[in-house]
């Protein structure tokens, strides 16, 4: 019987094939829209998460001021060159040390410029970010010592200034510094926050304090722990000592925060998440507006073929086989609708995820759930239109013009 | 298999008992049947005639299931068609019964050998369906044309489809509503060829509705309906187990 049904199912699709098109639209829509959406944002969860794994899951960040939530922080005395220095020196487990100062600044060379961050740092900046060069140097530790006036630069600022030519030795300006470009950075491209990791200049620390900030903080320490050391155990020692440097009691809370990258990445793939969650549950909605045309275009049908209902209560059909045709009808327009909006999806997020370089990850159980939820959906609102022929009185039914 | 007079036959086929049928209730109640009573042997051909409003129709949609008796017993093969349920007298219809109607009432857009499948479908036959619907056209004279929709058919062939489909799972007894009320009395007077080859050949039982003296003049016994009531139940004229 179910076997008939769906058979009669496909050719009355077939015979109203604008009609079943045009009813199926909504649940094309909601299901195209619920899987791209989760698609994308899986993708961006993935991207995240794989941009902080390439930056070294060893990798920790001290800043100044305690977290609060996403984006807020309160003040609190900054660090100083001899906090980063403590830490390489008493707590063994680190790999690297690289205290950080940076600020916003104009780089000027010859007509060009070009406004970028310019970061103060040792040279073991470069291996706790994992930053390799393209060509000449990085500054040597005498000239950090000796707060040179030498600088590296990331691709973007040699394009905006240099155009196709070799940076090298060229002097340029960043404020009221001149200094000599030792190195260039190999581009990193984008960062998961999505600024240009390739629009920096590098100077010694000492330098930048002494010629551009005009004071001795230091606004972030990164570290990086050993290969075999938990970032766990790397992080609980750090935050001991920083207590002790910054004479914190037992009843103050930190007044610094210490993260490590799988932080990070739970925090920022958490804020995808939910975000897609969110934007998946607005397409849902859309879901069930489908259901309704379903219902709406199912009820004008019966009606339509009242006359039909009757000829087959007549001949013998039974409530339950009346029922189930026009059940199977409903479900068949919703799951095709469904199948159809999965195509949809697949094809047009590859597209989308080309364009907003984010890797494709098709999330199958979002899938398989988008498509039986549409199935379900023609359960549900196909039922009161079945019920409603399945009980018609053929002798009504038969008189039906 | 051939008709015999009443009170012989231990079974009738069908027995109506006193059956009224009242629509409406209060003031607006209209009775249809005002006790009406007979019964058909296996193997009969009764023409039901009378003027529209005389209950033959609401009579037919009582001896069809498709609708009960406000009071009195419908007994169909010394079953009490009363006592079933909706589902019972749906399958009492599939398994027992043909309709024919005025209209044909065929599938639209549906072809004519799917139309003579469909109450095969029903009985949840799988074997052979398609040869018994070939068949069954090939007997109302309509091979050649299975494939045609009722658009593309005429009139008569039309009636033919449905006479196929009536006849096609072997009912016990056939009801026609006016078969020929919308044909000329050329394609009529095929049509009523047909039943009554149907009639004699097969022994289906045909209780036929018509306005029409000529084609109640094909059956054996003519039943007057007027006002709710039989005004007479005779054989006609020449029947020859008169």
Redesign the interface.
């Known amino acids: 019987?179910l076997g008939?049904a769906l058979r009669l199912a496909l050719r009355e699709m077939r015979?109203n094939i604008m009609r079943s098109v045009l009813t199926m639209l909504g649940i094309i829509i909601g299901v195209a829209a619920v899987i791209v959406l989760v698609t994308l944002g899986s993708g961006a969860t993935r991207q995240v998460t794989q941009q902080i794994a390439n930056l070294g899951s060893n990798l920790l960040m001290v800043s100044v001021g305690k977290r609060m939530g996403p984006g807020q922080s309160s003040t609190a005395p900054a660090f100083k060159l001899a906090d980063a220095e403590a830490l390489a020196r008493e707590v063994p487990a680190l790999a690297a040390v690289a205290p950080q100062a940076s600020s916003a600044s104009t780089a000027i060379f010859a007509n060009e410029n070009w406004g970028t961050t310019v970061t103060g740092s040792t040279e073991q900046y470069f291996t706790v970010n994992n930053r390799q060069l393209a060509e000449g140097r990085i500054f040597t530790g005498s000239e950090a010592r000796s707060g040179a006036a030498v600088c590296v630069i990331g691709e973007t600022v040699r394009v905006k200034l240099f155009a196709g030519q070799s940076p090298l030795g060229a002097k340029m300006r960043l404020r009221k510094l001149s200094c000599e470009i030792v190195g260039l950075l190999k581009p990193k491209g984008q960062s998961t926050m999505g600024s240009d990791q390739d629009d920096i200049v590098i100077v010694p620390l000492r330098t930048f304090q002494r010629r551009i900030a005009g004071n001795d903080d230091v606004s972030l320490i990164q570290v990086s722990a050993k290969d075999d050391i938990s970032t766990d155990a790397v992080k609980q020692e750090l935050q001991r000592l920083l207590r002790i440097r910054r004479h914190l009691s037992a009843d103050e809370d930190d007044n610094f925060n210490v993260m490590d990258m799988k932080e990070i990445a739970t925090m920022l793939s958490g804020t995808t998440q939910m975000m897609t969650g969110l934007l998946g549950a607005v397409a849902a909605v859309s879901l069930l507006v489908g259901g309704i045309g379903i219902m709406n275009i199912m009820l004008v049908s019966v009606t339509e073929r009242t006359?039909?209902i009757?000829?087959?209560?007549?001949?013998?059909?039974?409530?339950?086989?009346i029922l189930l045709q026009f059940l199977v009808e409903a479900v068949v327009l919703s799951s095709s609708g469904g199948l159809i909006g999965m195509v949809l999806a697949l094809v047009s997020s590859s597209l989308l995820a080309a364009v907003l370089q984010v890797p494709l990850v098709f999330n199958l159980p979002v899938i398989a759930i988008a498509f039986v939820f549409s199935a379900t959906v023609g359960i549900v609102f196909g039922y009161v239109p079945a019920r409603k022929a399945a009980r018609m009185?053929?002798?009504e039914a038969?008189r039906h013009e | 298999m051939i008709a015999t007079s009443a009170n012989e036959n231990p079974q009738p086929l069908l027995e109506l008992q006193q059956v009224t049928k009242v629509y409406g209730s209060g003031e607006a109640a209209m009775p249809a049947l005002r006790g009406v009573s007979f019964r058909i042997e296996p193997g009969e051909f009764v023409a039901v005639m009378g003027p529209s409003g005389s209950g033959k129709s609401t009579c037919m949609?009582i001896l069809?299931c498709?609708?009960q008796p406000t009071a009195g017993r419908y007994c169909f093969q010394n079953v009490d068609v009363g006592l079933l349920s909706?589902?019972q007298r749906?399958?009492l219809?599939?398994?027992y019964?043909g309709?024919i109607?005025q209209g044909f009432?065929?599938?639209?857009?549906t072809s004519a050998l799917e139309n003579v499948e469909?109450?095969l479908?029903?009985?949840?036959i799988d074997s052979d369906v398609r040869r018994a619907a070939y068949q069954a056209l090939d007997t109302v004279g309509l091979k050649g044309w299975e494939h045609h929709t009722p658009g593309e058919l005429s009139g008569g062939q039309q009636q033919r489809v449905a006479i196929a489909?009536a006849i096609v799972t072997q009912p016990l007894l056939l009801l026609a509503d006016e078969p020929t009320g919308n044909l000329d009395s050329k394609r009529s007077e095929e049509i009523m060829e047909l039943l009554t080859t149907f009639n004699r050949d097969r022994g289906i039982t045909i209780v036929m509705v018509t306005h029409e003296a000529d084609m109640a003049a094909y059956a054996k016994r003519t039943v007057h309906f007027r006002d709710g009531l039989i005004e007479s139940d005779q054989n006609q004229p020449g029947d020859s187990l008169c």
């Not at chain 2, 009432?105 to 857009?109: G, Q």
């Not at chain 2, 479908?121 to 949840?124: F, H, M, P, V």
């Open positions: 019987m008939i015979r006359r039909e009757g000829i087959r209560l007549a001949i013998g059909a039974l409530e339950n086989e009185d053929p002798i038969l | 949609n069809g498709m609708d909706r589902n749906t399958l219809r599939r398994h019964l309709f109607f009432n065929l599938l639209n857009r469909l109450p479908i029903y009985r949840g489909r």
